[in-house]
């Protein structure tokens, strides 16, 4: 990898608002008003650039997310690079077969969800890289990574807005071989407030 490469540096515009903006509950970062439920078109564009411009090392040809959070980020990560796109489905368990399927245990929202590809969009040697919102303990993303290298696809890369480092998923993706980009760290939450990693300079 190029040593000029930095894919965990703290995107400072982010780590603001997350900081001025953000509420804790539990061991939920909530900032639903501008990521993951109510959507600002205009920052997510920005997010998503910066994380395109690093996961563009990788050169991928398919950008890989699930539902539903992870399809705003991921798809303009892959028009930034001029690449398609697939979502792994969680509310439809009937896709064109041969179907990819892994069951996910969510301790966040404390069920199990299903995620399905259908196997006629990933081939054999393709260089993906998986886009998500958060990265927490690393199940959904290596679920992904599982169905992709199960219908014979590289997987280059991992790039996600926040990463909630005390859950450990980057320790885990990076494990199974998959080098993980981040925009923000958030590295505890204390007392309601979340302490994140700080940019360099601004
Ligand atoms: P993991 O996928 O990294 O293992 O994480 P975990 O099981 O803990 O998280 C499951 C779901 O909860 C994911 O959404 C993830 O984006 C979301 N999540 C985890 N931590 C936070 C948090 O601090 N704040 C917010 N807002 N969401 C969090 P999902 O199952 O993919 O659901 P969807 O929202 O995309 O439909």
Known sequence: MSPHLNLTAPYAPLVRRIEAEGSVDGQIL???????????????FELAHELAKRLSFFQPNLILTAEASGIA????????????MVYAKKYSRQVEAPALSRLIHSPTKG???????????IKPGQRIVIVDDFLANGRTAAALIDMAREAGGQVLG????????FKHGRQFIESLGV?????AQVEHLDNGRAILTQPEEE
């Open 158 to 165: 991992a790039g996600f807005v926040v990463e909630k480092c």
């Open 179 to 183: 080098p993980v980009s981040t925009l």
């Open 111 to 121: 069920d199990d969800n299903r995620l399905v590809i259908s196997g006629r969009y």
């Open 73 to 84: 980020p991921a798809l303009i990560v892959a028009q930034t690079l001029n690449v398609p």
């Open 30 to 44: 909530r900032i639903d008003h501008f990521l993951n439920h109510r959507i600002e078109p205009a920052f997510i």
